[in-house]
């Protein structure tokens, strides 16, 4: 019985190894994305400085995708902290987050070379990827909330520990999210893209400061 869990708990390490190893490689190419052009070594002072500002675009891009992505990244951590074991519906909803997370590269390309004050279309698959995110997260949390006999390691004690309560909210906000967002795109507003999933954020925070004060003077 002990070689067993043993044997489990080494593969379930695996599992953590995995998902760290993709976030570590999401970062890495995102910022490959931050270079000046190459044709330099012989250009003026001023077309190298215009090349710099051109970077910034894509330099605050990768700034905010890191943030968002290391957010990602530690709330999976804490995700996975509770757990003892993991079954195959857990592994696939494990693999539809990071197949969410792994779009950020693409968003941060998009946004980084095409957005514009006439074209803001980008800003929908930016938000599109992290609202997916969310969602699939949540979903990660709602598996291991439901079977948590099974898979955690101190049962009575993990809603409070992953602040359920409140991350459900996300399963209904999200749909809504997507609803409006394409509403603001038909009544050509896409400008106001960014608030909805603001909106969406601050909910799910003030409900968690709501249901678990404690944790939210921690």
């Known amino acids: 019985m002990e070689e067993?869990?043993?044997?489990?708990?080494?593969e379930l390490e695996r599992v953590i190894l995995f998902s760290d190893a993709v976030f570590a490689i999401i970062i890495t190419i995102m910022v490959l994305e931050i270079r000046i052009p190459e044709d330099l070594r012989h250009a003026t002072a001023e077309k190298i400085a215009q090349a710099f500002i051109d970077?910034?675009?894509?330099?605050?891009?990768?700034?905010?995708?890191?943030?968002?992505v290391s957010v990602f990244w530690v709330r999976h951590l804490k995700i996975f902290k509770v757990?003892?074991?993991?079954?195959?519906?857990?592994?696939a909803r494990n693999l539809f987050f990071l197949f969410a997370i792994s779009l950020f590269p693409f968003a941060v390309s998009i946004i980084a070379g095409t957005i514009s004050p006439h074209n803001l279309w980008a800003l929908d698959v930016y938000i599109g990827v992290i609202l997916t995110g969310i969602f699939a997260q949540t979903l990660i949390i709602q598996y291991i909330v439901k079977h948590k006999q099974k898979l955690c390691f101190s049962p009575s004690t993990?809603?409070?520990?992953l602040k359920w309560k409140a991350h459900r909210l996300n399963l209904i906000l999200t749909p809504f999210a997507v609803l409006a967002i394409v509403a603001v795109?038909?009544?050509?507003?896409?400008?106001?893209?960014v608030y909805i999933v603001m909106f969406q954020m601050l909910i799910v925070r003030a409900s968690a400061k709501r249901y678990y004060p404690k944790a939210a003077k921690e």
């Open 158 to 161: 993990i809603e409070t520990t």
């Open 55 to 68: 970077l910034g675009p894509r330099l605050g891009a990768y700034a905010l995708s890191f943030f968002l």
């Open 185 to 193: 795109n038909l009544l050509n507003m896409v400008q106001y893209v």
């Open 4 to 10: 067993k869990e043993l044997k489990r708990e080494f």
């Open 83 to 91: 757990l003892k074991d993991y079954d195959t519906p857990m592994i």
